[in-house]
């Protein structure tokens, strides 16, 4: 250990060398290497984690660069594990990285959640929420939880008891998960960049007073953090109970937690090339399912919209055309739409979503 680098938090009151040498033997996995989890990964390296795993499979787009700051426009398109393995590694020379450019699934996550000691969720989604949750309790890892929606964030500790009540993990706070496409992500939702920034490095936080065992963790307690007012408010946790939690592997590996890393089921994903022909059919509908406040805003004598929030009543609906073809701004809501349009119709309709959505094919739409 050199002793200069983390000289400053050596000589801190309550600190010392014991806290330090807790974290150079500390095992972190970090899962996403995202909004979240960028400045999370860089204050765990500066502080001298000894071995950190990156978990994404996913690579650089220009669109990360506002909040994922381990990356540059010269990155585009590289695995973001692999560029922000590179940056921390040059970052401390002295720690180990290792890379996981894998999307975790019931058939993976154990192996990899058991090789490190502190988990920390920096994803976007719930399925992976309630699957890395489940796999923490199974295996009775600790979890850090950090989320953004909007202009506020969350933050939670998970599978650790305190001195007052036995260990609470995610499902005590949400026991079912919602519906995919209920709940927008930041991809449909949208984030300014300093949220994640914020949240993230107090997920560090967190996780740095859990390894070293100094103040008071979020144990048993979500944070709540609102960035246009700056306030916060912290509620304890409670055991929930209505819900499954699986208590063995083979329970675990029979749970569903809609793995959105499988292929679509019953309706066919298309760029815009492909909508430009469904377009030119007199037997194609074009469905918009952003909400009414969204833009760019698409010609509604070609474009037909119906808000997520008002696609229930659509459903009871009947129209004439074969060809239904689902536009949202990301390609992840206009999933949804389809499977439930499927769910109805089943074959009696081709059932189409523009894959990455509005936002993939802009020039298409400024356009047309």
């Given at each position: 250990m050199s002793a200069e680098r983390y000289?400053?938090?050596?000589?801190?009151?309550?600190?010392?060398?014991?806290?330090?040498?807790?974290?150079?033997?500390?095992?972190?996995?970090?899962?996403?290497?995202?909004?979240?989890?960028?400045?999370?990964?860089q204050y765990l390296a500066a502080a001298g984690i000894g071995h950190i795993g990156i978990v994404d499979d996913d690579t650089i787009s220009l669109s990360n660069l506002h909040?994922?700051?381990?990356?540059?426009?010269?990155?585009?398109?590289?695995?973001?594990?692999?560029?922000?393995?590179?940056?921390?590694?040059?970052?401390?020379?002295?720690?180990?990285?290792?890379?996981?450019?894998?999307?975790?699934?019931?058939?993976?996550?154990?192996?990899?959640?058991?090789?490190?000691?502190?988990?920390?969720?920096?994803?976007?989604?719930?399925?992976?929420?309630?699957?890395?949750?489940?796999?923490?309790?199974?295996?009775?890892?600790?979890?850090i939880f950090a989320a953004v929606s909007g202009f506020e964030g969350q933050l939670a500790i998970f599978n650790t008891p305190d001195h007052l009540t036995p260990s609470t993990n995610y499902r005590d706070l949400f026991p079912v998960p919602p519906d995919k496409g209920e709940i927008p992500n930041c991809a449909e939702n949208g984030i300014i960049g300093v949220l994640p920034g914020i949240i993230g490095t107090m997920a560090a936080a967190?996780?740095?007073?859990?390894?070293?065992?100094?103040?008071?963790?979020?144990?048993?307690?979500?944070?709540?953090?609102?960035?246009?007012?700056?306030?916060?408010?912290?509620?304890?946790?409670?055991?929930?109970?209505?819900?499954?939690?699986?208590?063995?592997?083979?329970?675990?590996?029979?749970?569903?937690?809609?793995?959105?890393?499988?292929?679509?089921?019953?309706y066919i994903e298309i760029d815009a090339s492909e909508l430009v022909k469904l377009q030119q059919s007199e037997s194609t509908i074009l469905i918009d399912v952003r909400e009414k406040h969204e833009v760019p805003v698409l010609d509604k004598q070609i474009y037909t919209q119906v808000p997520m929030s008002e696609f229930g009543a659509f459903l009871n609906k009947e129209f004439y055309q074969k060809h239904v073809v689902l536009i949202c701004q990301h390609g992840i809501r206009s999933v949804a739409a389809a499977e439930a349009l499927q769910e109805k119709y089943g074959d009696a309709k081709k059932i189409y979503s523009l894959k990455g959505g509005i936002v993939k094919w802009r020039d298409h739409f400024l356009r047309s």
């Open positions: 000289n400053r938090q050596i000589i801190l009151k309550g600190f010392g060398e014991e806290a330090q040498q807790q974290l150079l033997k500390a095992k972190v996995l970090v899962i996403g290497a995202g909004g979240l989890g960028c400045p999370a990964l909040r994922q700051i381990l990356f540059t426009t010269t990155d585009i398109g590289k695995l973001k594990v692999e560029v922000a393995a590179k940056r921390l590694q040059e970052m401390n020379t002295q720690i180990g990285i290792i890379r996981h450019p894998i999307r975790l699934q019931k058939n993976n996550i154990l192996d990899i959640v058991s090789r490190y000691d502190y988990i920390l969720d920096g994803t976007d989604n719930f399925e992976s929420r309630y699957l890395i949750n489940d796999a923490c309790a199974l295996l009775n890892k600790p979890l967190e996780t740095i007073k859990l390894i070293a065992k100094i103040g008071q963790p979020l144990t048993n307690k979500i944070l709540n953090y609102n960035l246009l007012t700056q306030e916060q408010y912290t509620i304890n946790i409670s055991h929930g109970g209505d819900y499954t939690l699986p208590k063995t592997v083979d329970e675990f590996l029979n749970m569903n937690y809609q793995d959105t890393s499988e292929g679509p089921q019953g």
